[in-house]
């Protein structure tokens, strides 16, 4: 139930278009999505999170969408460019009284010039 | 603006050796954690700390030690080195809970183990 399985493992798109990144979790208490934009040879680092009072954040290209009944959220690239090129991580947590995250596995993308 | 400083960046060690990890942060936070990560397996938690003086045992701790005696710094050591252990190694540290703060994370160290 701590599990946040997140598809696909990669994924490769073409300049300008749009990368779509999928995770889904099981267990009801998270409340916290953030996701997390790792470059070779780096740390991941926050990109952008959600909560599950609103079905969608936006900031500038990116863009989660968070369905509270089926237990999925997912990041949207627009007009998705190389430097787009990254593994990306989805997370989970409860806010409050814990002090981790559940990652999911990655996804290794893309992007052809 | 340093953030989380790691070493070594790199390190091969023989099975049954000893090591330990370094994580350094100079942004005065209090949260301070240690993943391994894998191919496929993403980021696993193996101890984390919420204070200094304190550390709590994370998804994978087996095999692993910990230490946090300054805020500043939290000691990842590694008593008997198996080839399992081989991996990529990050820390991160936040100024609050997960939800509320982000994780900052350093560069990581790789670490093989023949």
Sequence with gaps: QQQVKQSPQSLIVQKGGISIINCAYENTAFDYFPWYQQFPGKGPALLI???????????????????????QFSLHIMDSQPGDSATYFCAATIASGTYKYIFGTGTRLKVLA | NAGVTQTPKFRVLKTGQSMTLLCAQ????????WYRQDPGMGLRLIHYSVGEGTTAKGEVPDGYNVSRLKKQNFLL???????????????????????NQPQHFGDGTRLSIL
């Design chain 2, 77 to 99: 050591g590694l008593e008997s080195a198996a080839p399992s252990q081989t991996s990529v190694y990050f820390c991160a540290s936040s100024s609050g809970q997960p939800g």
């Design chain 2, 26 to 33: 100079d942004m005065n936070h209090e949260y301070m954690y």
């Design chain 1, 49 to 71: 999170a959600i909560r599950p009072d609103v079905s969608e954040k936006k900031e500038g290209r990116f863009t989660i969408s968070f369905n509270k009944s089926a237990k």
